[in-house]
T-cell receptor, first 115, second 114 residues
Framework: AQKVTQAQTEISVVEKEDVTLDCVYE???????LFWYKQPPSGELVFLIR??????QNEISGRYSWNFQKSTSSFNFTITASQVVDSAVYFC????????????FGAGTILRVKS | DTGVSQNPRHKITKRGQNVTFRCDPI?????LYWYRQTLGQGPEFLTY????????KSRLLSDRFSAERPEGSISTLTIQRTEQRDSAMYRC????????????FGPGTRLTVL
């Protein structure tokens, strides 16, 4: 069964702190894809990153980095030196090729960055 | 702006009425998805199309819901005999075909059923 768990409902940090958002997934497939999306207060869903199950290399993009570990079924997201503009709801999602790439989302983590 | 548009952006209706939402995907995307998002939750998959073919429907999609994509481009989602529990944000997304391509989401249609 496909499932994504984001155990952190809400995180509050002060600007410039680093913060890690956790994501744990369940799948029986060997070929799958993991995603992170950002939903700012304006409400749109913004694609951040995609990883496939065969590529466990960590990725860094500016202040954002992602740590994919198949051994623990986790795909965690770290924001370095957080900024107020990072305040949003962040969703982790999973898709499996045999299910037409439909996305299964976690419940999301609300990140509040205070100045 | 992701390039996916939806209208209307907001819809208020009375229980029992029918409503229809429209999604205009990115033009070269052959896959189109519909999701429903309620407060405090991530989007939940409803259905998806590859070109004009509807390939999967979620068990969440009761027989009051129908979706079409007759020419493989614009899609509509219709809810008949709306109920208060249908109140939610309805989002569409589009992607290129192939495995694991990222989906680009529209701004959503917020439905309120009174």
């Amino acid at each position: 069964a496909q499932k994504v768990t984001q155990a952190q409902t809400e995180i509050s940090v002060v600007e410039k702190e680093d913060v890690t958002l956790d994501c744990v997934y369940e799948t029986r497939d060997t070929t799958y894809y993991l995603f992170w999306y950002k939903q700012p207060p304006s409400g749109e869903l913004v694609f951040l990153i995609r990883r496939n199950s065969f590529d466990e290399q960590n990725e860094i993009s500016g202040r954002y980095s992602w740590n994919f570990q198949k051994s623990t079924s986790s795909f965690n997201f770290t924001i370095t030196a957080s900024q107020v503009v990072d305040s949003a709801v962040y969703f982790c999602a999973l898709s499996e090729a045999r299910y037409g790439n439909k996305l299964v989302f976690g419940a999301g983590t609300i990140l509040r960055v205070k100045s | 702006d992701t390039g996916v548009s939806q209208n209307p952006r907001h819809k208020i209706t009375k229980r029992g009425q029918n409503v229809t939402f429209r999604c205009d995907p990115i033009s070269e995307h052959n896959r189109l998805y519909w999701y429903r998002q309620t407060l405090g939750q991530g989007p939940e998959f409803l259905t998806y199309f590859q070109n004009e073919a509807q390939l999967e429907k979620s068990r969440l999609l009761s027989d009051r819901f129908s979706a079409e994509r007759p020419e493989g481009s614009i899609s509509t989602l219709t809810i008949q005999r709306t109920e208060q529990r249908d109140s939610a944000m309805y989002r569409c997304a589009s992607s290129l075909g192939g495995q694991g391509n990222e989906q680009f989401f529209g701004p959503g249609t917020r439905l309120t059923v009174l």
